[in-house]
């Protein structure tokens, strides 16, 4: 039944006790009230027709009023017999009676008088009385009526309202039991004593019980023991009112003995405004237990697996803020996830140009989420540059794209790597042109310088002859100097490295340095006194020296400041990502700063390059700054460039730092070209053996020659032949120097074997060679003074 049948019932069963308590009541009361007004009506109009009869006998003086009574008793008598008891009176105007007719009438009576008149004077009055008994019996039967009428109405109503509640009750229970059974819960409905009053079929299949078994049991006892208080305690709070409705999950216990998990609400159920009992909808939510269970298992399983991921792993939405951040992106990157969760990542970490390559559209031709692969860089917390490699992927929810999924690879290292090789591979090109060519040209060199040398001696000195042949030295001098630049570039040039003290070698340069940059540059030299000890040839530090100066002079050509420091530096990973070469380490810095003109950031990439210059034709080489880098690079350090143009340039040269061995103090004087003894020249080029001989002749040695290293084995064979040392090439047909070395070192193993070479390190290291192990060097060309040093050397060494 809807609300407003409902109401139309009520409204038509109120108007029918309205109509039946009117009849009962009012209609006896209207009844007596009409039959009053007539009765009294009557009464009042005959009243008034007696008395105007009396008045009409005429000449009726009021002191005869007395004397006609008997008339007027007559007349009262004659005029009317009542159909009831009736009593009718004269009387004079005291009140006293003349004349009455008719019986007392029964109580209660009405009384109604009229006045007789003379004239305009009252001399008495009529009055006449009636019995009101006839009028209430007549009520009282109308009143009887009325009553039985409502009693009709009373009694036959409610039978009516309770067929029609029966009717609308089985309805109600019959659309209850539809609905309970109907549903996809379990409903139970409890008595206010906490028993099972009423169950559908659900509960049969959630608990293993028939409905006869659920009925009367308690729902305390269904549950299992450590749900149980809480159950107690949310069915109380309803069944006294505390709360309106209770949710609560708890684990019951079937039939069978297994457990399900259900989630329980409870309402009350009122009657007559009074709580009668609790609606309890129970279901059962085991399989949605376990599928929240494994799904919790699997995020945690994703966090886990993303937080460990060894790639930085970064989710962001449409506008670019974080979502998702992993602890390799913590470590890059240096921020937290909380730090960075909600900021925009292209505010934070990187430009706002990489906004579209990592949140825009998908690319053409992909599967509508990936967005492509791009290399960016990032700015970490601690400021430093990161390279990174994106991959990225949309993030698609229910069609929609709602973010982006980015993997990014740190590539820093590898990055510098490939600079490093790209830069080696460019400066080994022309390593290897100096070392291919430098055999040959320091051979025809040798012969040059040696052959002019021997014919100054042969010259006067001051004459045009001797002259001819200084400059052709001077020629054969800076060709050489060219070559060993190119060699030293290529980190190919033959050493002697030692323990070196910079701030002493720096001193010792120190005016050649002030003549050679010039009176209208200054000089400034300012050392560390706890300068490490680093190892490096000296005659490089003087190459390292002279270049950069001479760099510094060209950079201030109307003066300046030059500037030279050394430093001990401690290089960590931060230092070393930026700069090339640099691998972490104690260094020795040595600063060379110039307050010249600067370069620009495209320049300071090239400067390195051999045969590059910003100076005219005439000039330059271009090999000074390459000679530096291959010497640096040849004894395990690096150089460092900073530049600006109009704000001058600063170069520093990093060494490693020498430990266990001592720097010595002092040089050995230059030895005077007096020689003695025999010397073994073994050389398969005639004109470098020819000069070779003739330049240890001029000096006082015996020479023996030998165009092949079996002729030399064959001369160190025979016992004849006294042989002090022998000077060998070391690249020869048959046989290379090393090998006959070994075998001159089986006939004679006090005779030393002094090598001159014009190949570059590495060729000779491919036959076994090497500067490192305990063999002499001499690098072509060399002059006489040079030779006779090293053979002074040798021999005292013995």
Known sequence: MTGSEKQTVHFTANCTVLLAFFVALFFPIGYFAISYQYAVGSLETEAEINARIISGLGDLAPGAWHSEAHRLDALLSHHSVPAHKEKHRILDSVGNELAASGNDPDVPVIRRTHPVLYGDKVIGSVEISRSLRPILKRSLLVTVLGLGVALIVFILLPFRAINRANRQLQDSYNFLRKVMESSANALIVLNLDGTIGMVNGRCTETSGYTPEELIGRGIPEMVCPESSDMVIGQLHDIATGAADIVKFEADMLRKDGSRVTIACGATPVYQEGRIA?????????????????????AKEYTENLIRAACVMILGLDLKGKVTLFNRTGEEITGYSQEELTGKNWFETVMGAEAFFKMCGAPHPGTDGQGLGAFEGQIVTKAGAMRTISWRNSAIVEKGVRIGTLCFGIDITEHRKIEAQLRHSQKMES???????????????????????????????????????????????????DMVRKLLAFSRKEIISPRAVNLNDHCLETEKTLSRLIGEEIRFSFIPDPDLWAVKIDPSQVDQILMNLAVNARDAMPEGGLLTIKTGNVVADEAFCDYRLDAKPGSYACLSV????????????????????????????????????????????????????????????????????????????????????????????????????????????????????????????????????????????????????????????PETKVLFMTGYSSDIIAKCGMSADLAMHYIQKPFDMEGLHAKIIEMRSAC
Not at 277 to 297: D, F, H, Q
Not at 452 to 458: H, R, V
């Open 277 to 297: 009992g609790t609606v309890l909808s129970v279901e059962n939510i085991t399989e949605r237990r376990l599928a929240v269970e494994a799904l919790k298992s």
């Open 430 to 480: 022309v390593g290897q042109l100096a070392g291919g060519v430098a055999h040959d040209f320091n051979n025809m060199l040798s012969v040059m310088l040696g052959y002019a040398q021997l014919g100054q001696l042969e010259a006067v000195q001051d004459s045009p002859m001797w002259t001819y042949l200084q400059e052709i030295i001077k020629a054969g001098e800076r060709s050489r």
């Open 593 to 748: 700063v110039d307050t010249g003109t600067g370069m620009d950031r495209e320049l300071v990439k090239r400067i390195f390059e051999p045969f590059f210059t910003t100076k005219e034709v005439g000039r330059g080489t271009g090999l000074g700054l390459a000679t530096v880098y291959g010497i640096v690079t040849q004894n395990g350090g690096f150089v460092d460039v900073e530049s600006e143009p109009g704000h001058g340039t600063t170069f520093r040269i990093y060494l490693p730092k020498l430990t266990g061995e001592a720097v010595p103090s002092a040089h050995s004087a230059t030895a005077p070209l007096r020689g003695s003894g025999t010397v073994l020249v073994v050389e398969d080029d005639d004109m470098l053996r020819a000069m070779a001989t003739q330049m240890l002749e001029k000096i006082g040695y015996r020479v023996i020659e030998a165009a092949t290293p079996h002729a030399a084995l064959s001369i160190c064979g025979e016992p004849a032949h006294d042989i002090d040392l022998v000077l060998s090439d070391v690249i020869m047909p048959e046989m290379n120097g090393l090998e006959m070395a070994r075998g001159i070192a089986g006939l004679r």
